[in-house]
């Protein structure tokens, strides 16, 4: 055969499989259509690492879990996380970021002195931030870009009040605080105070402590303890409401320590030890629950990650789980922000999710003890 006609020959083999690769690859492409992109935000590092751990990793399993089922209206759900490192600046710049790179919802942030420093963001993106654990009173009922699935402090402090004072004989009180997350702990200690002075008790003390900063636990546990109070409160998270409670009991060893919900991680034990026996701590979820749901996610996070879940992963697994559902719902030309709202009710694994129209919630309130090195639910 001519050489020639085998080299055209060649050519047109060549030019027909380039237009079958490139007719498959455009058919491809039709059959899978862009995914659907969701952000995390949370304090992945640093001192309350645990609490943002926790939740990004909740979220990441609802996703995994969400695209082996099929993912959402057949589109595969892409999770984009990032640390804020609990800092502001860094928060801001990486909610902007996810916000560039196409994301329909963010979940989180973890806390609320975060949660305060990019809904302004937020709303003038319209791009509405599912907050797990950030409680502060700051953002409740607001017409805004924030919604949450977890309590705020305006309910929790006051009952936690109210449970104190109706169950225990103290009546004057010595407070500790963070002045990191002030956010939170400021809104949560008048709560708390404006219940429990109503009710008859005292705050004979109140000392501020930066988490990390220069003023030594010490010096905190000393200051607690040089007034005539017959209880110590500590809003503050795990690790520093670990560490006073050692400086505590190295003062006093019988004086009772109540804690505040973002406290109740399962680092608060491991690095308290002993020094926490006898904390009690209130919890939005219960964990002696049997209810199947909570079951079926907490053997599914333990053999994920091998380790339990906490509060900070049961409420973001409800948190991701409300996004995920509504982005299943939505009608075309309907934001994300109306359908929750529209939708109104989400299954959580414990409890029913139920927001207002300001997308506040109110969860069940479960009073701990730690007793023998675990959490035990005692109302």
């Known amino acids: 055969m001519d050489g020639k006609l085998l080299v055209r020959r060649a050519n047109v083999q060549r030019w027909v499989w380039a237009i079958l690769v490139s007719g498959i690859a455009a058919l491809l492409s039709c059959q899978r259509p862009e995914p659907i992109r969701i952000g995390f935000v949370g304090g992945t590092s640093g001192r309350v690492a645990d609490l943002g751990i926790a939740g990004r990793d909740a979220v990441q399993l609802a996703v995994e879990l969400r695209n082996r089922a099929g993912g959402v209206a057949d589109r595969h ?3 984009l996380i990032r640390d804020d490192e609990q800092k502001p600046e860094v928060a801001q710049r990486t909610v902007r970021e996810l916000i560039a790179q196409g994301v329909v919802a963010i ?25 797990p654990t950030a409680t502060t009173g700051d953002l409740a009922g607001r017409d805004d870009y ?10 929790n402090a006051s009952r936690i009040a109210r449970y104190h004072m109706g169950r225990h004989a103290a009546r004057r009180l010595a407070v500790a605080y963070d002045l990191r997350n002030k956010s939170y702990t400021e809104s949560w200690l008048a709560s708390f105070r404006a219940t429990y002075v ?24 000393q200051n607690l303890l040089a ?11 795990s690790v520093d409401t670990a560490l006073l409670c050692q400086q505590i009991r190295k003062l ?10 973002w406290a109740a991680t399962e680092r608060l034990i491991e690095l308290g030890g002993k020094a926490v026996e006898g904390v009690i701590v209130a919890q939005n979820f219960d964990r002696n629950s049997i209810a199947p749901r909570y079951q079926a996610f907490y053997q ?12 900070g992963g049961v409420i973001a697994f409800d948190a991701a789980n409300v996004i995920l559902d509504a982005l299943a719902q939505r009608q075309e030309g309907r934001s994300v922000k109306e359908t929750v709202l529209a939708i109104h009710r989400f299954e959580g694994i414990q409890e029913p999710i139920l927001f207002d129209r300001f ?10 003890v730690v007793r023998d090195g675990q959490f035990v639910v005692i109302e």
């Open 252 to 261: 006093d060893n019988r004086v009772p320590i109540v804690a505040a919900e």
């Open 227 to 237: 007034v005539q109070a017959d209880g110590v409160l500590v809003v503050a998270n």
């Open 146 to 155: 924030f919604f949450r699935v977890n309590a705020s402090t305006l309910d």
């Open 300 to 311: 599914a996070y333990r053999d994920r990650f091998h380790r339990d879940p906490g509060f």
């Open 107 to 131: 979940i989180g942030p973890m806390t609320s002195a975060m949660a305060v420093a990019v809904v302004p963001i937020a709303d003038e993106a319209r791009v509405l931030l599912m907050s």
């Open 198 to 221: 109503q009710d008859g008790g005292e705050i004979v003390k109140v000392v501020g402590f930066e988490s990390g900063g220069e003023t030594t636990l010490l010096q905190v546990a």
């Open 77 to 79: 759900v892409e999770l």
């Open 359 to 368: 997308g506040d919630v109110k969860r069940n309130l479960h009073i701990a």
